[in-house]
């Protein structure tokens, strides 16, 4: 006797079902859910340079480019103070002290936790690191305020540094991001095959030379987008620069003095009594302008620098 069997049913009991023709309940809700979220996220970043722009085209109406990008505030500006390349360099003075705090010990946590901690050290050290991320900035800048800048730069290291000041705004603007950078960098090294570590062992490297060899150059991409998300959200801070950095436009390089950063700017004169519609008024969103143009390009290099460094496995 002879059994004809269909194509594609190993029993002969009928056609295979095309599963791709079903969806699945609700599937399609979901996709307009996403759709919308991502349309969402657009549409608000396109608020908010909308609602920047107008205001900062008036203030540059009103005052020349070369009064803007200045070192100091040219005579007779009164209230409006346009100078912004002070802001820029306490921003910039600040960042730097706070990725040099943050970025060694983030990668040091990321590695230690990813290749080092058992698996019950990590489970309480990971949660541990990241909970120092839900401290509300402000407690931060006051912990600059009242320890580290009286008992730690001016006690223990005797630094002879101003009350408010650079040095101590960076550094605890540093202990805010270690989580960002940890966590980001601990997921990177995680994600590298074990694969890659076992024949770097078996090659007759240790475990440091492994990690430092093999496990960091295959997850750069990961590590380098945990270190641009960090100096992001060192740049953009606000409540721990407004309190310890200080409120004085200084071009000076000593860390010891207080510097004006550009969002300690537009905190400490948005709660002032500045008229609205005047210049010194369109200046916060002039420098908040910058501010976004900054972080833009920060955040389209950290993209170049992902797809340069980014290894599939």
């Known amino acids: 006797m002879t059994v004809t069997m269909e194509p594609g049913s190993p029993s002969g ?22 759709l919308l979220a991502a349309v969402l996220s657009i549409a608000i970043t396109i608020g908010i340079i909308a609602a920047i722009l107008q205001p900062a085209i008036d203030f540059f109406r009103e005052v020349p480019l070369g009064d803007f990008f200045s070192t100091q505030d040219p005579e007779g500006s009164g209230q409006t ?18 990725l040099i705090i943050a970025v060694p010990i983030g990668l040091g946590a990321a590695m230690y936790l990813s290749e080092y901690a058992s698996r019950r050290s990590r489970k309480y050290l990971k949660p541990t690191v990241e909970l120092l991320a839900g401290v509300p900035s402000v407690v931060y800048g006051f912990f600059a305020l009242t320890f580290v800048t009286p008992t730690v730069l001016n006690g223990w290291l005797n630094l002879q540094v101003n009350f408010t000041n650079s040095l101590a705004a960076g550094i605890v603007l540093g202990v805010m991001i270690i989580p960002t950078i940890a966590s980001l960098s601990e997921d990177a090294f995680s994600a590298v ?8 062992l078996a090659m ?110």
């Open 81 to 98: 103070k346009p100078a912004v390349l002070p802001l820029i360099m306490g921003t910039a003075q600040t960042t730097i002290i706070a």
């Open 204 to 313: 007759g490297a240790n475990r440091m030379q492994t990690t430092l060899r093999v496990v960091l150059p295959a997850a750069l991409s990961g590590v380098a987008a945990a270190v641009v998300l960090g100096l992001s959200r060192a740049v953009g801070e606000t409540m721990i620069l407004a309190l310890a950095a200080g409120a004085a436009k200084n071009v000076s390089f000593d860390v010891r003095e207080g510097h004006q950063t550009m969002t300690g700017f537009i905190a400490q004169t948005a709660g002032g009594e500045t008229p609205v519609g005047t210049a010194g008024y369109n200046m916060l969103f002039a420098v908040a302008l910058l501010l976004f143009v900054i972080t833009f390009i920060m955040n389209i290099i950290s993209i170049q620098i992902v797809r340069r460094f980014r290894q599939a496995y």
């Open 13 to 34: 009991a009928g056609p295979a079902p095309d599963l791709t023709a079903r969806s699945r309940p609700g599937e399609a809700v979901i996709k307009a859910l996403l």
């Open 193 to 200: 095959p074990m694969a890659l570590r076992q024949g770097s």
